[in-house]
């Protein structure tokens, strides 16, 4: 089959490679859409440690099942389908309670690090084991489909926020996950969003796709508007969806007295933030990783419209071009959100 | 009457002064027995801003009620009662929700600020409105329940921290909160209770009031220790209970993935920690201020014996001999926990 | 003032009284809109022993501030504004928690039984306490404001049961409350919501009003169909909102296992239920009742049109009219639901 | 191997069989005890039609592995090992979510019925997938944790009422289960627990086993006795273990308004009960089923002595007399609770 394959750091090769053997529990799939992940890009420089070649990467794809090992049941050849990013143990503390997120023997598919390899979906065919399968409802395109770990990233993060009917709302940052995390909140019944960004771009974006309110993030009057739209106590719930500091400590300051900051961006490892606001205000400042069983709901609200994601596929082209794409999104160009590679 | 008056920084007399008014829906207590507060030691010499002379300090106290405004139901002269340290006003948005400890115009008892200043305990009477009263059982004594404002914030830390049956949690700082979080954490059923602090005398207080496990915080293999005793996946939860950066991060390391660390200590405004971790191990990192409602039940674990505040009382004194007090535990004498003043 | 006078059973009388007194910490409302409920309605042929005559009813009322007590803060003549229809009582037990709903020594306006007599609203003036007070936002009619009390029981019922994003609900019985309960769901980030009644008609709003589906209750596949809509599973969670054995039936066997039915409907006083599909299936099946804070939260769902009254107010009427309108609802009148009163 | 069989209804025979074959992902264990369970011996007279013969029963067991499928990973020969009575598929929509217990797919060890047959563990081995093992501490017996099924009932039962700390509990029925339960309760914190139960020497055991209270069901003050005991409010949590129409009401009378009924006993099919309590107290009334997840913790609170079991086996007894004892389970025989036969 071809394969887009990491031959040496940097450099990606479409090259015919074996299809993937069918172990005992297993489906085999023929790719139709595989989105191009932000650690895919961090990690084809070798920074990460997680890529290392050779390596088929691609863990956000959707296609059509190909071929089933006799053991699987409930699903059938041509079945159109997507699936976790991650192979979960099902046997772990963590995946025994739900957690599966947190596994602690977890596989991301398309990683290939000191631990193990596991090639991903940038090819014709991809293996992987049937409890991490999801039919795709009919009105969701491949396309649409391969959004799907994006979405649940934003799905996930409002989840665990225990939103109350017409909470009031932060996201800062209005990138690809934050203008999801946007239609997210608004799918679960948050009232008002206020969107915060540098760009106005991505502020207009934001409205488009729901936000009532925006600011810049630069406007030096920022928490005081924050404070007005939310009768002088601030945000009942911030998403912080950027990763470093300064945004950190503006989600803690944009936050009412025992509301709730959840962390979904991770630049920075390390930043400074004001424990005595915390601990006086009593605030909840929560991480929020990947996601754990939202799959089923993401496709809903996918298909029912609550969720766009057409806004956010920048280019869907040839896996041929895989190697173009991976550099240009390597060297930020801007305006670029989610390339999308069809084999 | 006879009061100890801060008459200026650092300088407390005792002196004869008005016994307070009885305003409507007030009544007036013959104060028996009132704690010293850390944050009252802080303010004497006027760092905080929050004690400006003259004031009579004194939020922890217990005696009997002398006197009922006309208006008041439900209270008799001579009921022993004790009170919370703050009047909360019941109207705003906080305290209809039952967050007292969050109200928005709450007033600290012996607090001279700014915005208001209202006359405490330390002193042969004190007035409180009636809503902020308890009666207390019969076989607590006054010296304990002046002990129930800080019982109360570890209870309050321990109610907001979700613990399910058989737990394992850390508690960082056995001070006299961190004891008292050791306490209430057994009292609500958690499972193993590791007592971590610096001083082996406060280790082994720790162990009689209810530890399970005990590590000195300088151990180099702290985090494995605390792994050895999780199955290898670090507590379910951790209460912070130093307030530094240097614990707060150890609260971070010591926790399991989906775990929870409360923040009880709150000495240095400012302290750097690991986003990463936070987000990547999906963290729930909370502040806990005061408390919103306990102290019925800190009355009930006390008189049940779950909790034992005696061994936390260095000294009892008299009123006259509170400036000497005040000094010395503004000196950090050694081994003094709580000092209560009678009147 | 002018007031409508239930003199004696089933005989409303419009006469001239006295102005209500002005005590410490309540305020006169010049009433300028007051809804009939239902327990009115029950209440006026001594059946219930509530409404022992002369009484003046109505606890369903919006209006402007005319005269304020010298001690309360906060308002000013003029002031649109309405209010709890319970006066509760701030220091019980439930109260201090937050539940008010539960208060110990609540007393509704309106009512008359053996242990208080609470004037209510069918009249000029009502006087209340300044802590029920709520604004009214400026785009939302007395009329409107004056159903609030229906509302909440409904943003209430929604409030305690928990509802995911795109959860399925099945809402039995369309009338005043249900058709409130499926806005409150949908507002709420509800996804599916199947509405059950036993009229076409009913049905019919039930679908403007945002269901997503509709069932005739006496339908005999009418299980079926709710497994069809569920993948064969049943609703996460149903609200029964009339009240009788045959209902509450239906709503435990539309519940998917694990799934929270919530009661509202209580019109028989016993039912005979399934105890052992409670047990095996796991269902959590509770009562709802009134409201416990929700008033701010209604106000923004009706300013924000997410929740609709306009199609609830079956007729607006002058006070004289009181009499007659009574009767009308008294005798069951077919399509009348919410009828309001103008002093 | 030697294998207690159900060969025609009543008649239990031991005889010769096969060893269960072992299939990939299962283990073979040699079982060293295994309890009668109370469905075991209701289905021996085919009434329920769920162990229809021939079949080995048993789930309720323990012993050591004796062979290993290939690709399990994570046990070795001879490990001390429980397991789940329940074989869950792992893939359905109540396994992705945890809700193990309400598995879509579950079989149940030592059940026959119209839609599956998979034999038990009153047997020399029983074959079991290891997805549902446990390792034993060692400080338990076998007979020991052959009570961890009626465990888990009673410990999932307290985990889904979230007791919070010192709340005040009922427990309606001192069988095993309700001795189990006043056991579980106490082990989360709960503060007062009242238990009620016809015969005073099932009292007897619950005050042994730590209830604080205990009152005969027919006292005719019952109520009054329980409002006692809480500051005239009702419990906050009763647990209801019979299972018939008079002891679900006392149930429901005794709690406190907004309180928790949590239903465990399921004996009557069907029961009336009060619907206006439910609804105008606004109580909370669910079903408890068997457990998810809580056998490690289960294991944790027998090895620390917090659960006691060894009180509650009437009697070991080698499997050759497992048809007598099985009658004389079956004709109730007082005083007798667990029987756990050895192979
Ligand atoms: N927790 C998880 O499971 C998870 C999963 C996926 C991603 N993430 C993290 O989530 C974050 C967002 O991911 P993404 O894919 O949405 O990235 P992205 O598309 O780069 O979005 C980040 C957005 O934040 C904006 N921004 C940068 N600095 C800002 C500031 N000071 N104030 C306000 N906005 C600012 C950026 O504007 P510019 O375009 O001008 O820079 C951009 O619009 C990243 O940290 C990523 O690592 C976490
Ligand atoms: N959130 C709230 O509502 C609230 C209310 C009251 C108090 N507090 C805060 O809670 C904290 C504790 O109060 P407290 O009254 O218990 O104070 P404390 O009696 O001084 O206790 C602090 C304890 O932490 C120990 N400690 C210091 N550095 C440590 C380290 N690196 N590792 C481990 N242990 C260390 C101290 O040991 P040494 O004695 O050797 O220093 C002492 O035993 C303070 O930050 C206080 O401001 C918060
Ligand atoms: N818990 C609380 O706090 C609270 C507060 C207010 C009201 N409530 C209760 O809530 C219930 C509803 O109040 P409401 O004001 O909405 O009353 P309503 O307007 O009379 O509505 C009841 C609806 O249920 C329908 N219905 C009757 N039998 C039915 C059946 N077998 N299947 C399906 N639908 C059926 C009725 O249809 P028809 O018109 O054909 O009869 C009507 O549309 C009442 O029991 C009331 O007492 C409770
Ligand atoms: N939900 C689940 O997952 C689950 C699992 C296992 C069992 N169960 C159910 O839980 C219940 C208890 O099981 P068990 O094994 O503990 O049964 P058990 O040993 O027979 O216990 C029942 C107890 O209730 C007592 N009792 C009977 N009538 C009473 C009354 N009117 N008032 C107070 N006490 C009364 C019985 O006393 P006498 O001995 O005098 O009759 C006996 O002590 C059963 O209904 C069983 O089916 C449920
Ligand atoms: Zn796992
Ligand atoms: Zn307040
Ligand atoms: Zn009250
Ligand atoms: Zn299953």
Redo the contacts between chains.
């Keep these: 089959m071809k394969a887009l394959v990491l031959e040496k750091y940097n450099e990606f090769v479409l090259q015919e490679t074996d299809i993937p053997e069918l172990k ?1 529990g297993w489906v085999l799939i023929q790719v139709e859409a595989c989105g191009i992940c932000g650690s895919d890009v961090h990690g084809m420089d070798g920074s990460t440690g997680r890529r290392q070649p050779p390596v088929i990467m691609g863990h956000e794809a959707a296609g059509t099942i190909h071929q089933i090992a006799s053991d699987v049941m ?1 699903w059938n050849v041509g079945d159109r389908v997507t699936f976790d990013s991650t192979i979960s143990c ?2 772990c ?2 995946c ?4 599966i ?2 596994c602690d023997n977890r596989r991301v598919l398309g990683v290939s690090c000191n631990e193990y390899r596991q090639n991903g979906a940038f090819a014709e065919y991809v293996a992987v084991p049937s ?1 991490i399968l999801y039919a795709i409802p009919e009105n969701i395109s491949f396309e649409q489909a391969a959004m799907i770990e994006a979405v649940s990233v934003a ?1 996930h993060a ?3 926020s225990s ?4 909470d009031t709302a932060v996201v800062i940052g209005c990138g690809m996950i934050g203008l999801l995390c946007i239609q ?1 909140l608004k ?5 008002k969003v206020i969107a915060i960004d540098l760009i106005d771009e991505k502020l207009k974006m934001a409205v488009e796709l729901g936000a009532d309110q925006t600011i810049k993030s630069n406007n030096p009057y920022l928490i005081k508007l924050v404070l007005g739209e939310t ?1 002088n ?1 601030g945000a009942d719930l911030v998403l912080e969806v950027v ?1 470093i500091e300064q945004t ?1 400590n503006l989600a803690i300051d944009c936050t009412r ?2 509301g709730t900051v959840t ?4 630049l ?22 990947a996601s754990a ?1 939202e799959y089923p ?1 993401c496709l ?2 996918i298909a ?1 419209g ?1 969720i766009k994601v057409d806004p956010l596929i920048s280019k869907v082209a040839a896996l041929e071009e895989g190697n173009e794409w991976f550099h240009r999104l390597y060297n930020k160009e801007a305006g670029l959100m989610k390339v999308i590679l069809k084999p």
Tied chains: 1, 2, 3, 4.
């Design positions: 005992p409930g099902g046997e503390f963590y025994k309670r739900g957690d997120n947190l409890h799905v409002v989840a665990i939103v109350q009917a017409n997210a799918a679960t019944g948050c009232g009768e106590r990763g950190v007295k025992g962390l979904v961006g991770n920075s490892p390390e930043v400074k933030f004001s424990l005595q606001k915390v601990v006086t205000r009593q605030l909840k400042v929560q991480g929020s990783c069983g709901l809903e609200l029912s609550k």
